[in-house]
């Protein structure tokens, strides 16, 4: 593990607020699933979440891609492999936010 940057923190803030709009809870777990990215947080120990972002490319098998744990101390990056997920992420939250602020 090592400290998140910047950009990484802002890649789980994203996928935060996607699962805040469109999640499954199971429990303390937080899913959401499309074709192509699939995100999860879960509770971690000393009162953390962690984020997960698994990517599945057109040719077909499913890999992890970013791995976080945000806990009081700071936000710490356990797997970032940046790659097109990228933009698919950012265009659900896109897609997220203009339902959100009609909401408030």
Not at 21 to 34: I, K, M, P
Not at 83 to 99: F, H, M, N, T, V
């Amino acid at each position: 593990m090592r400290p998140s940057n910047q950009h990484e923190i802002n890649l789980r803030n994203l996928a935060v607020a996607v699962l805040n709009y469109r999640d499954l809870s199971a429990g303390n777990v937080r899913h959401f699933n499309t074709k192509n990215v699939e995100l999860t947080s879960f509770p971690i120990t000393k009162n953390g979440r962690g984020v997960t972002i698994n990517y599945r490319p057109p040719e077909g098998r499913t890999h992890s891609v970013f791995v976080c744990h945000s806990r009081r101390e700071g936000t710490e990056t356990l797997l970032y492999l940046p790659g097109i997920w990228e933009s698919d992420l950012k265009q659900l939250a896109a897609d997220a936010r203009p339902k959100l602020k009609a909401a408030s």
